[in-house]
């Protein structure tokens, strides 16, 4: 039983028994992503990423040194090297801290059935995983990307979508076969793997929970085409499947709420197809930049943000979802949060950057777009756990030269170790 938050909500169990005693607390999923190796930190000569030519795929971390080992001690960051994120110590390390500050579920980034790294990393996380509940966070712009399909190229822009049109032909591997068919296939694989069938694994009145990113591109380009099949006819494939295959029914939340995206009729067709929305970050291009700094702050962000995301707040839970075993079930809408948003590690990026000044300035945000934002099941999702490129980690950070803000890239994003985690722990509870 999870302890008392600062308001009793009713909630699913995390072990996916419901309907007995429920927990009274927020229930926290954070997204948890397998980037790192130490070969790959350490393959890196230069710093800051300034110093380095073209575009860094996976730029060195900034982060507290576990090693290979697990070791949870804390060194200055000096730029080089780095934890390998599937060593079992260090997914063991961070299920500690998880279970400590109150993030109950991993949603685990996964790529794809070849050619990524996430599919040895979701049955490295599983061996090491200590009863952490967790689900599958399907990366659309990984695994459609792989494709050699248009893609958007800055997908927080929102300003020239480049839609996934699930009827088109594209090549995964030696087979060619519509993307609606690879997303349909991929999520086979999920089931087939066993990865549903984990004990851990998270569920809604024992539905299987699976997260798919920029569900909110899902579209029709072909729509004049009276051959062409809708998108909407493959995501329900993937309910019938598994319903006939094995008399489950998948619960599917789709990434469609989005910190420029209001919320307006024309969204419905896309609501209607899953049984969640929520969305990744807050953050977006056009905060206001500081004076001192070239960034702007949670507290600006959550200002401009929240209206928008109140009109999703206030319009998915009236809506209705058909199941496939029949009848209709509301809705959920989950908020979303993080605390600092920096792409900068992209060679001549100018965009702002969204930087925590204090625990307050998280605080605020976590109150306003979460707590005060959460309905039906009181889900919140938090981007990211230890995902390090865009620094939307909460992962404890420390000994840094300085705190925020500093004129050297290096120093930026600063010395802040748990109060993130602490955020999340006073405002939605802890075991």
């Not at 099949?229 to 993937?238: E, G, L, Q, S, V």
């Not at 094995?246 to 197809?273: C, F, K």
């Not at 009181?378 to 840094?400: M, Q, R």
């Amino acid at each position: 039983m999870l302890r008392r938050a600062r308001c009793a909500f009713l909630l699913v169990l995390l072990a996916g028994s419901h309907g007995s005693a429920a927990p009274e607390k927020a229930v926290v999923f954070a997204h948890y992503s397998f980037w790192y190796t130490v070969g790959e930190a350490a393959s890196v000569s230069a710093w800051p990423p300034d110093e380095i030519s073209g575009r860094l795929m996976y730029p060195m971390p900034r982060y507290p040194r576990l090693s290979d080992e697990g070791s949870g001690s804390f060194g200055t960051n000096h730029g080089f090297g780095g934890y390998d994120a599937t060593s079992a110590a260090n997914i063991r390390q961070h299920v500690t801290w998880a279970k400590q500050y109150g993030i109950d579920v991993f949603a685990l980034l996964w790529d794809g059935q070849t050619g990524g790294r996430f599919t040895p990393s979701v049955d490295k996380f599983k061996k090491a995983a200590d009863g952490m509940p967790w689900i599958i966070f399907y990366d659309t712009n990984v695994r459609f990307g792989r494709l050699g399909i248009c893609t958007v190229s800055n997908p927080l822009s929102n300003l020239q979508p480049c839609p996934y049109d699930l009827d088109q032909k594209v090549r995964d591997g030696e087979q060619v076969k519509t993307m609606g068919q690879v997303l349909v296939d991929d999520f086979k694989y999920i089931k087939e793997k066993g990865w549903i069938d984990d004990p851990d694994y998270f569920r809604v009145d024992g539905r299987p929970v699976v997260w798919i990113y920029q569900a909110f591109q899902f579209s029709d380009q072909s729509e004049t085409d009276s051959q062409a099949r809708k998108w909407t006819a493959y995501i329900d494939d993937i309910r019938k499947w598994f319903w006939q295959n094995y008399q489950t029914e998948i619960y599917l939340v789709g990434n469609i709420a989005g910190a420029r995206r209001l919320y307006e009729p024309s969204w419905d067709s896309h609501i209607r197809q899953f049984d969640a929305v929520s969305g990744w970050s807050p953050y977006y291009i056009t905060c206001e930049r500081e004076p001192e700094c070239d960034c702007c702050r949670p507290r600006t962000v959550t200002d401009a943000v929240a209206p928008i995301i109140r009109g999703w707040v206030q319009s998915v839970p009236s809506m209705k979802v058909k199941r496939i075993s029949g009848g209709e079930s509301s809705i959920e809408f989950a908020p979303f949060i993080t605390p600092q948003f920096d792409d900068q590690w992209v060679k001549g990026s100018g965009r702002p950057r969204m930087i925590a000044k204090s625990k307050e300035d998280f605080r605020y945000m976590a109150q306003t777009l979460g707590l005060d934002l959460l309905t039906g099941r009181h889900w919140l999702f938090l981007a990211t756990f230890n995902a390090w490129p865009e620094g939307t980690t909460v992962e404890p950070s420390c000994d840094w030269k300085s705190r925020n803000c500093g004129p050297d890239y290096s120093r930026d994003r600063g010395q802040y170790g748990f109060e993130f985690l602490e955020v999340i722990r006073d405002v939605f509870g802890a075991d």
